[in-house]
């Protein structure tokens, strides 16, 4: 079992940045980081395969966001610029352990406490 624990959210303008930081108990392959809005369902936001070679992203960050990994740390990144108050969520990494696309929150299993990230206008 994989414990993994967030930190880096918190309050800031918009247009500003934060970097948010994963940390893995244990050796991890692909990961993931979801985002929940208040009244929404959890949306994929980026993920990560275990090399660091290959990236995904929503739409809606994609050129803003950036998702990197320290193996050595078990740890992995997720660099936000040019933030928006539709940012403004708690922000969920996630360890890919299932077939299925890594688009799914159904294709992780294991999961972070989350971190707030809140974008003022």
């Known amino acids: 079992q994989v414990q993994l624990v967030e930190s880096g959210g918190g309050l800031v303008q918009a247009g500003g940045s934060l970097r948010l930081s994963c940390a893995a108990s244990?050796?991890?392959?692909?990961m993931g980081w979801f985002r929940q809005a208040p009244g929404k369902e959890r949306e994929f936001v980026s993920a990560?395969?275990?090399?660091?070679?290959?990236?995904y992203y929503a739409d809606s960050v994609k050129g803003r966001f950036t998702i990197s990994r320290d193996n050595a740390k078990n740890t992995v990144y997720l660099q936000m610029t040019s933030l928006k108050p539709e940012d403004t969520a708690v922000y969920y990494c996630?360890?890919?352990?299932?077939?299925?696309?890594?688009?799914?929150?159904?294709?992780?299993?294991?999961w972070g406490q989350g971190t707030q990230v809140t974008v003022s206008s």
């Open positions: 996630a360890v890919k352990t299932r077939s299925g696309s890594y688009y799914y929150p159904r294709s992780y299993d294991y």
């Open positions: 990560i395969n275990w090399t660091g070679g290959t990236t």
């Open positions: 244990g050796r991890t392959f692909t």
